[in-house]
Each structure stands twice: as C-alpha cells, then as structure tokens.
C-alpha cells in the first residue's frame, strides 16, 4: 500500500480538498448537461426528434449507475484524484465522440459521458469524509455540491454563445477542453490525497454488488437512497426539458431560455449552501430533504400555468424557486449518507445510494419523453414526474429527529 503520512493532517487543514473537488464536479457536470443545451440544435442537424435527448441523457445515467458502484474499488486502488481525473478525461472523450453525430458514436459518447460522471461523486465523497467534521458536512458537501449547478449555469450560459459562434460541434469540443485542463490542474495535489492507495487491490465486476448491501444494511440509508431517486428524477428533467420547453412552447430564443435555465442553476448553487446550512445549524437534514420534495411538486405546479404572456420576470423567479428545490437538495443527502456509513467506507456507501439517485436520473427523463411523446404536454408532465417527490417529501418530513452518531465528535468518520 502507497502512503504518505503527512496527508491526512495536510488535506485535514487545507482548503484543497474542498476546492479540488469542487473544480472536477463543475467540469463533469458541465460536460454532461451541454447535450441538452445544445439538444435543440444538434437534433435539427442529425435529423432525429428533440425529445430523444431524453433517451440520451438516460443511457448516460444508466453507465453512471454501474460506475457509481465500481468507484469505491477504483478510488482504494487509484486514488480519489487519478479516478477524478480519469473520469475528466472520459466526458472530454464522449463529447469529442457526439461531434461525429452518428446513432454508434452518439451512444458511445453517452455512455463515456455517463461512466465519466458517475464516479465523481464518491471519489470526492471519500476526500471530503476524511477531512470534514461531521458537525460541518451538511454545509462543506453542500459547497462541493454547488459544482453541479455551478456547472449546468455555465453550460447554460456559454454553450449557447458558442453556437452562434462556430456551432454545436465547436461548443462541445470547447467544454471536452475545459475537462482536460482541469485534469492537469488538480494533478499536483495528487499526492496529498492518494496517499494512501492500494495499487495491489484487484477491481473486478464482482465488486459492484458491494456498495448496494452497504447502502441497503441501513433503513436511514435505504430511506435516503429510495428519496433521492424521485428527487433526482424531478432534476433531472427540470434541466433535460427547460430549454426545450421554453423556446417550443413559451417562444423564447435559444438564448434567452439557456439564460433561463442558469438562472434556475444559480439559484440550485445558491441554495444547496443555504440549506446544507440549515441542515447543520437544526441538525434535522432529514427535515430540511422532506421540505425540499414538496416544494419541488409546488415549483412544477407553478411552470404548468406559464404562458407566452407571462411577464419575464415572473417566469426568472419559478425558475429560480424550481432550482433552489429540484437542484437544492444534494449536499445534504449526500453529507446523511456520509454520516451513516461505516468509518473508511463513505466511498462506498455514496457510491451504493448513488446507484438509486441515477436510476431516478434514467428513468425520470425517459418517462419524460414518453409522455411527451404519447400527447402530454410540457407542463402536464412536469407536474407528473414530481409527484414522487412529494410523497417521499411527506415521507422523510415525518422522520423523527435522529439521535446523536457515535462519530459526530471526530474530525475523520
């Protein structure tokens, strides 16, 4: 085993651990949410129906699923950086690959999007657990967490300017090099935290079933897990369809509804903070994720009755609200699942709850576009896709207030 001694106390007093996991989830979640800013487009050129983002953004969840699980292998082997920046190199690929625009290499770079994606978190998951507090984690996971919509508002915001640029293959050769960079940026740190990698530890498929029964031996986990698939799904499809619905059936330009939809990413930025915050100060995380998937079924309520009359205004600020819930509530679940796992096992057990938040990502847009396609209408199936929200927001409100953990003194879980 690799170990340099000085890590633990070094990445314990530093603020690298945060800002280098911080700087890996803004760029593989940038990567991953440019298709759909660019799906309007791109779809016109290949010749194929707007809705079948949907099913791509799905086969790219579903690798995520499978690489959520072999993460805690990966990152004992590896270390939690080399999988970050592997995971890096594999978007950068996949976004390369959707530039040929071909049905094989569209697949292809779904699933190298989605095998990229899905180890970042418990790679960074297990960084964090060893250096945060667990008085503190609602609030650091929350800040780490702040990359996805930190990510979506910049795909948001850019991605669309480089359209009208050079086009959409030119905007998604743009973010694979801004994954690339950020590779090589995070590379000295490496060894403060790989120190203590395995490289003599064998990583095989019989591995992934692991994660699951360590995610599953805990009825507060399987709570988290079962919440954060119909969480995710909500999210999901908030992200996947806003674009789309905003310039189909509100007339908005590409431009305008990409602003919309980093308006709604600013917000969920904004909001993980505050309520990773407000977690940790009423020590009732579970309380806070039950208000947050009611208030995700409130939020879609209130886009259903969007019109193209409505003033911008009003339409900036359900955005937001629908951000600051749908995209609001992943730092805290991830901070209660990193609370209630094993010591030295966070990696593992995010990797195992994570397996249910993506299949929520698969399944939630795929629903999506299946009831577009059979006749729904946008708002209609918004309004539908977050019912499951509410009822395990309801769900996880009524949790009784948890006792105190064995580890909440300790600084490493």
Not at 240 to 250: A, F, H
Not at 321 to 327: C, K, L, N, Q
Not at 346 to 370: E, K, Q
């Amino acid at each position: 085993m690799t170990r340099d001694v000085a890590a633990p106390h070094f990445a314990s007093r530093a603020p690298f651990p945060l800002l280098a996991t911080l700087a890996i989830q803004v760029l593989a979640a940038m990567a991953v949410l440019a298709p759909p800013v660019f799906a309007p487009v791109a779809t016109v050129d290949i010749g194929v129906a707007t809705s079948a983002i949907g099913l791509f953004v799905a086969l790219s969840y579903g690798a995520s699923m499978a690489s959520s699980l072999m993460a805690g292998d990966l990152v004992k082997k590896f270390g939690a950086i080399r999988v970050s920046q592997s995971c890096l190199l594999l978007c950068a690929l996949g976004l390369a690959l959707a530039t040929i625009a071909t049905i094989p290499s569209l697949i292809a770079a779904a699933l190298l999007l989605g095998c990229g994606y899905g180890a970042v978190t418990p790679a960074s998951s297990h960084i964090l657990a060893m250096s945060t507090p667990p008085r503190k984690m609602s609030l650091v996971f929350s800040l780490k967490q702040t990359g996805v919509p930190l990510g979506g508002a910049l795909a948001g915001a850019l991605v669309p300017s480089l359209i009208l640029w050079n086009g959409w293959r030119a905007a998604a050769l743009v973010v694979g090099l801004g994954c690339l960079l950020t590779a090589l940026v995070v590379q000295p740190v490496r060894r403060v935290f790989d120190g203590e990698r395995e490289p003599a530890r064998r990583v095989g498929m019989t591995g992934l079933a692991g994660p699951l029964r360590l995610a599953a031996a805990s009825p507060a986990t399987r709570r988290l897990a079962i919440g954060s698939l119909c969480f995710a799904a909500a999210q999901l499809c908030l992200t996947t369809y806003l674009v789309t619905y905003l310039t189909r059936d509100l007339g908005y330009t590409l431009v305008h509804a990409g602003l919309m939809l980093s308006i709604s990413q600013g917000a969920g930025v904004f909001a993980r903070i505050a309520w990773g915050a407000v977690a940790d100060r009423a020590a009732r995380p579970l309380l806070v994720l039950g208000g947050l998937g009611c208030g995700m079924a409130l939020c879609a309520a209130a886009l259903a009755i969007l019109a193209p009359d409505t003033p911008p205004l009003v339409v900036v600020l359900v955005c937001a609200a629908f951000g600051a819930t749908a995209i609001g509530w992943n730092g805290v679940f991830l901070a209660e699942v990193a609370r209630e796992a094993p010591p030295g096992r966070a990696g593992d057990a995010t990797g195992g709850a994570l397996f249910f938040t993506y299949l929520g990502i698969l399944i939630g847009p795929s629903i999506f576009a299946l009831l577009v396609g059979g006749g729904m209408r946008y708002p209609a199936a918004y309004v539908a896709i977050t019912l499951p929200a509410l009822a395990c927001g309801l769900w996880l409100a009524c949790q009784p207030r948890p006792r105190a953990r064995a580890n909440e003194g300790s600084t490493s879980p």
